[in-house]
């Protein structure tokens, strides 16, 4: 069984729960999904860690670095729990809200040192740029326009897991769609959200004494 563990605190409608529904759909072996934010227990999450032939964490990225609920989990992992593990092979995918998918690259060194340090092998990583946009195209199949590079990365990103194999972090982004027009439309929804919450330019620009 493949562990496909949901790090965001949107559960379900997340992006990363998006992007592990793609890699399922790629993966012939059975896989259970957990929402981080639904577990009461931790000893049911560790229960089915050990059972795992396989960790799939998905996440966003926060801050450059992991949410607070991934962090308290390696942490009490380690603190408790640490002993207790083989050589379970952890893979990544995460996404952000930038363009640039190489940001999340400090944080796939925290899993690596993490996975170093529970003597777990870290598989290796899918880094979504723009997941905000690439999760919101869930109607165009993987390998065609904005998603064709998001597809391909799923694709061997999966042949990984499957044959718990060791690859290089994987960096993906909108295929044919340029950064400028990104920070755009990133622009007209900041603009739209502020108008929704009445919020006007000279309030944001205003000093404050
Ligand atoms: C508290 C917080 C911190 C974030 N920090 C970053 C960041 O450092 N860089 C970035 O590109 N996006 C950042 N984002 C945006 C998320 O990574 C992005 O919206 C992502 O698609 C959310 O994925 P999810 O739906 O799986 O939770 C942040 C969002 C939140 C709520």
Redesign the pocket.
């Known amino acids: 069984m493949i562990l496909l563990l949901n790090g ?3 559960g379900s409608k ?4 998006y992007f592990l529904d793609l890699l399922e759909k790629e993966l012939a072996e059975e896989c259970e999904r957990v929402h981080l934010n639904q577990v009461k227990d931790i000893e049911v999450l560790v229960a089915k860690i050990k059972e795992a032939g396989a960790l799939v964490i998905g ?6 670095g992991a949410p607070a609920q991934i962090v308290e989990l390696m942490e009490t992992l380690y603190s408790q729990y640490r002993k207790e593990f083989g050589n379970l092979p952890v893979y990544i995918i995460s ?4 363009y640039e998918s190489t ?1 999340i690259g400090i944080q796939l060194e925290i899993v690596k040192n993490w996975c170093s340090k529970m003597e777990f092998l870290y598989g290796g990583g899918l880094a979504v740029g723009a ?2 946009m690439l ?1 919101s195209l869930r109607n165009v199949p993987p390998d065609k326009g904005p998603n064709r590079k998001l597809g391909e990365g799923v694709k061997k990103f999966a042949a990984a897991v499957s044959g718990r194999k060791e690859i290089q972090d994987i960096y993906v982004g909108p295929a044919g769609f340029p950064r400028r027009l990104y920070i755009m439309a990133a622009h007209m929804g900041w603009r739209n959200m502020a108008k929704q919450n009445k919020l006007v330019k000279r309030e944001l620009y205003r000093k404050r004494v």
């Open positions: 965001s605190f949107r997340s992006n990363s729960n996440m966003p990225l926060y801050v450059d996404n952000l809200g930038f940001q997941g905000e999760g």
